[in-house]
């Protein structure tokens, strides 16, 4: 008796849920050994995982968090669909953050953008910073044949160091870069 192999053509939800609990499940007790593997307590682990989903202002933070990577997500999924492989997505995130403090800047301390503007404007401006950084990558590859993975790498790092320029730097002698509004922005530490 020879055992073929056949591709289904149709697979019912029952199997596809099916399918999905059962990989659920080894992922957890796969995590759950790894967890006791390093010495932490497993059960703990995973009733404080279940506590975030069970309860709503828990939730709500992890929702909250968990929407710039949804978002990046989706701008990859773009990409890799036309056979673009950006790395680079927590650069894009660096600096969509920082258009969108700009955009809350320019509101607070100079009243350019009326309020209900502002949260447009800052996702249109993270959204604009985001993809304006990935054309440097997108041209390279473009004009000059260039591998995107390794400029949209390193671009991430140029990314998080401006940030942090801006955060460490400008924002402690706002005098010396000429940035004038943020005297009256409260210090991180």
């Not at 309860?55 to 992890?62: H, I, K, V």
């Not at 990409?79 to 403090?101: C, H, L, P």
């Not at 350019?112 to 447009?120: K, M, N, R, S, T």
Request: net charge positive; proline share 5%.
């Amino acid at each position: 008796m020879a055992l073929r192999l056949e591709r289904r053509l149709e697979i019912s939800r029952r199997l596809s849920a099916s399918i999905s609990a059962f990989f659920i499940i080894l992922a957890i007790i796969a995590a759950s050994l790894v967890f006791e593997l390093l010495g932490v307590s497993s059960v703990e682990t995973l009733s404080k995982i279940y506590y975030v989903f069970t309860t709503p202002a828990t939730l709500l933070q992890a929702v909250l968090r968990g929407l710039p990577m949804g978002f990046a997500a989706l701008g990859l999924c773009l990409a890799f669909k036309m056979n673009f492989w950006n790395i680079g997505a927590d650069g894009q995130i660096y600096m969509g953050m920082m258009a969108a403090t700009g955009i809350v800047l320019m509101h607070a301390y100079y009243g350019l953008i009326p309020e209900p503007l502002v949260l447009p404007a800052m996702v249109a401006a993270s959204f604009i910073a985001g993809g304006v950084y990935c054309a440097l990558p997108a041209f390279l590859k473009a004009r000059l044949g260039v591998n995107e993975i390794l400029p949209t790498l390193m671009l991430n790092y140029v990314a998080m160091r401006f940030v942090d320029f801006l955060n460490l730097r400008a924002l402690e002698r706002p005098q010396r870069f000429r940035f004038s509004c943020l005297d009256r922005v409260p210090r991180l530490r």
